[in-house]
């Protein structure tokens, strides 16, 4: 099937492309990033926009850097450009560690991380990894720039607080400190699909003991969440098999899992099990 019909517009800066999206937000007005989950959309006519915004000409959305120990990454950055070396630090290796698990080559080559953000399928890596780091979205408008807590940010499975209006022109995140052990882990019943669950950790060890410990389960709830419990079963805790243990076992019991045709609550229950305690012996590999 081919798309419906749509207006295309493809402005050269922000100020630009919020002026149009204010102009055609209520006309169903939508941007397009890589178009790897829209354009499939439009093509089942899932989605009929009246209009798109394209923003792949805006030069100033090319940012990925480290500034003030937050990484900045724009909206025209797409997946493949995570690759090792490309962000400095731990950070950067968990980058590169999550970002071949997304889909396949050329989706990752045109697909962005903001418009993962946007699109806030309950699966997506970067959403877990973005909720891992306590990012801060930001978001444009005619009415300026809007910067949102991750926490704020999701509201549901493909839903968030964003406004029609509102372009996410950048995701912020506070960089992780040196010497900090991360780990991912996910599954999928082929390469490249959607997980069914996924676990990405990351903590510190320090005189034998775990230090900031943080824990993102993503896949098995409408959107990814940090799960409290089992950071407070690592927090403190030598790093064995044991503490390992009792935060998946933490992990399982905290999440309340989606069901569908293919996926039971209990089984999806036991990838987040299995997902958190990989996570977490990879992460002292
Ligand atoms: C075969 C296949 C497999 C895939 N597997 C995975 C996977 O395993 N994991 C995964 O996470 N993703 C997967 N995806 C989705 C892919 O990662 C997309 O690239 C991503 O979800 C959306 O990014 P995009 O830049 O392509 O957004 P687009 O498709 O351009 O847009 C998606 C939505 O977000 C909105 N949007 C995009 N950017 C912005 C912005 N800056 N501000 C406001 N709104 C915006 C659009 O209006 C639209 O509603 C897969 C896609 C395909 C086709």
């Not at 903001?114 to 009415?143: F, K, M, N, Q, Y």
């Not at 098995?220 to 969440?225: D, G, K, L, N």
Request: aromatic share 6%.
């Amino acid at each position: 099937m081919k798309p419906a019909p749509f207006t295309y517009h493809r402005p050269l800066s922000i100020d630009e492309a919020a002026r149009i999206l204010s102009d055609v937000a209520e006309h169903d007005g939508r941007i397009i990033a890589g178009g790897q989950s829209l354009a499939p959309m439009m093509a089942f006519r899932v989605a009929r926009p009246h209009h798109l915004v394209d923003i792949n000409e805006i030069a100033a959305l090319d940012v990925l850097t480290i500034e003030d120990a937050a990484l900045r990454i724009g909206a025209r950055v797409r997946h493949a450009r995570f690759i090792p070396g490309a962000i400095a630090g731990p950070t950067g290796e968990l980058f590169a560690k999550v970002m071949p698990n997304i889909a396949n080559y050329s989706v990752r080559s045109r697909g962005t991380f903001c418009g993962s953000l946007a699109h806030a399928d309950p699966a997506s890596e970067w959403c877990a990894l973005a909720t891992l780091l306590d990012a801060e979205i930001i978001a444009h408008s005619v009415r300026g720039e809007r910067r949102i807590d991750v926490r704020d940010y999701f509201d549901g499975a493909m839903s968030t607080t964003l406004a029609p209006d509102e372009i996410v022109i950048e995701a912020r995140m506070p960089v992780l400190r040196e010497g900090t052990r991360t780990g991912f882990y996910e599954f999928s019943r082929r390469k490249g699909d959607f997980a069914i669950a996924m676990a990405i950790v990351a903590f510190s060890v320090e005189n034998g003991r775990i230090t900031s410990p943080r824990v993102s389960i993503g896949g098995a709830e409408p959107y990814p969440r940090r799960i409290h419990e089992a950071e407070a079963a690592l927090d403190g805790a030598a790093p064995d098999a044991a503490a390992f243990a009792a935060a998946a076992d933490a992990a399982a019991a905290a999440v309340d899992p989606m069901e569908d045709a293919m996926t039971d609550a209990a089984y999806r229950r036991d990838i987040v099990r299995a997902a958190t305690r990989r996570g977490l012996e990879q992460a002292m590999q």
